[in-house]
């Protein structure tokens, strides 16, 4: 078999022969999804070769390799992502062409892979693509999720979920690796006794026994030929484990442990199942990754200098406790000499400020369904706490910081006291981690905490997602800015360049029409591809504060219904947001944007100059064509609370102007654009933090004030948008009989004007571009390349692998 056509006559002989030895057809008769099928197995083999050779290469230079554990791997289509990867593209186009097919066909019947919910899966991804990219040697190691998050569709304005079925036509980018397969035991009990060596034997006797089955998926770097792998894990039937008579239940019970990412933790069942699925993953691929070292050392003695694990987040945290059992039950390790290799090994990266966010189990979950783990859990928080009080002499700080307290495990705890490194993701979030929500540690552990500002695949989301802007960036300075994306700071001596200028409004124009299509296409609604193009495009959260948005578009509609001599520049106000299933503020949000929308976009007065629009089922695939035309960039979270946002770069990089607080990574834009090119606005992080600490803060006090703010907030509850005024009632009452949590109101007045500010600025078609270029040419510092380069060299200690 051929795996590497060499040209446009090899690849269409080996294409229609793949088809009739697959489908036993040919190729005029093939079916679409057939052509596509073949397509991605052709270019899947064609990668395979790099893929073996990456792995004998890493082998003999027994290179030290880095396994980043994360329960998201957002990675989006791969078909056009790996054929340019590859520099194959043009080749396979030009071929399908020849033989009547067009690659834009085959390319938009992918489906965005399943496996995540937003920033923190897709960031895993673009990490995974920077390492590929970079010769490093890493991989990624989740679950394979049957039906992913959900599909979001709007039914009577309200979001209505059904199954992501991802996998309707198969996954051509996996290989299933039954010989990798890992036996997983669930509950049961312990049973131990003293051994010959005078150390304990542990048995566990579980109640339930699940077999992981990996499906490994190359990753495909730029112009290189290192590959890397990620592994994602399938539970399936394991041998003997139950008796005929309850196959069934048996069966449903494995099954879902993969159905779908994040079950509903509302309820009980859902809450042990997140931990089923948080073990499930990590012990299966630690214990493939312990094996894999064995067969090549011998010992685990040098595990830790021969490999390196990051946790994302705290949803892998049991790595820690795992890696101890396998130590100390399986090689029979003393416990200080397990802890040091775990600890060398394990790095943590915190994604929230949030206490809600930082994970915490009830102590008879674990107890009950990882008997052997708690066990660990409870030894390390009891030296941990000896630890405090008698060699670290901060017994002040011990209760407070251990990992048992209040009848739950506190998973943030842990990964912290277990990991050499634990990282903040953006300049800010690091220093309010070490300041105030992790103080504590960082007093015990000085030089534990660094920061590692979040950075985005520039080769995702500018060269392939916009081969227009891309295009204009190499003609002007060159293709340089490809491989090294700092290089786009060339394009600061072309700012003030009115043909360059122009030729970048072109870009954008082009960009916005296409988008204006989709959404004709979509949902019927025709918008003004020359008004502003203002998007919010993120995971809906009280906290990311979508409301705020609306609640300027309704004081916005007041206004121009009250006032006929007032008219806004026209502006078409996007959203795209999915909420969780069980969350109930974030979904009468969602309607509400679509009852406002109702108002807005049917008042022949108004919509000449408003239009809101909702793009559904927001995932990888839609961002990939609203970020390129967006003209303002919503980041407009409570400052403090975001710990990074890559959304935020991706916008920015693609020529869009940040309208934001002082919040995560807008700070670091912030700096590098300055204030003069961007619009920032409201209170600053420390300013909330004294709100918080003086209780200071008075919503009916502010609402009192303004009379416009009253309109609004009344508006929700006085049948204005819903004619039944019960339908947004909870965002009324979170408003103002919660006090406002998120400090919408107090950040009101600042936001209206900062919207005044945007549309002066845009009015100015030289000054905007400018701005835009700016932007452009400041963003190669959030490429993820440069983000993946500080941690191999800060934290993962893993080099370059050169492969022939």
Known sequence: MINEFKNKKEFQEEFKRRIIERYGRSIEQAHITEKYMVLGEMVRDYASVHWNDSKNAIAEKKSKQMYYFSMEFLMGRLLTNNLMNLGIYDLVKEGLADLDLDINELENLESDAGLGNGGLGRLAACFLDSLASLNLPGNGNCIRYEYGLFKQKIVNNEQVEVPDQWLSLGNVWEVRKPKHAVNVKFGGHVDMWMGEDGKAVVNHVPSLVVRAVPYDVPVVGYDTKLTNTLRLWSAEVADDACDAANLNEYVNE??????????????????????????????????????????????????????????????PVLCIPEMMRILLDDFRYEWDDAWKIVTETMAYTNHTVLSEALEKWPIQYVQDLLPRIYMIIEEIDRRFKYACSHDLGRSDLMNESCVIKDGQVHMANLAIIGSHSVNGVAALHTKILKEDVMKNFNDLYPGKFNNKTNGITHRRWLLYSNPQLTQLLEKTIGPAFKKHPEKLEDLMKYVDNSEVQKKFMDVKMERKKILAKYIKDTLNIDIDVNSIFDVQAKRLHAYKRQLLNVMNIIHLYFRMKADPNFRIYPRTFIFAAKAAPSYTFAKEVIKLIHCVADKVNNDSDINRYMKVVFIPNYGVSIAEILMNAADVSEQISTAGKEASGTGNMKFMMNGAITLGTMDGANVEIVERVGYENAEIFGLRADDVALIRHENSYDVWKKYNQNGDIQKVVNSLVDSTFSNDPKDFKQIYNELMFKNDEYLLLADFEAYVHAQGNIEQRYRNAEAWARMCLINIAQSGYFSSDRTIHEYARDIWNIKPVTVK
């Open 254 to 315: 494995v099954r879902e442990i993969c159905r779908n990412v994040y079950p509903d933790d509302s309820t009980e069942h859902g809450k042990l199942l997140r931990l089923k699925q948080q073990y499930f993953f990590v012990a299966a691929g630690l214990n493939n990754i312990i094996d894999a070292h064995l067969r090549v050392y011998g010992t685990l003695d040098n595990f830790a200098e021969m490999n390196a694990i990051q946790l994302n987040d705290t949803h």
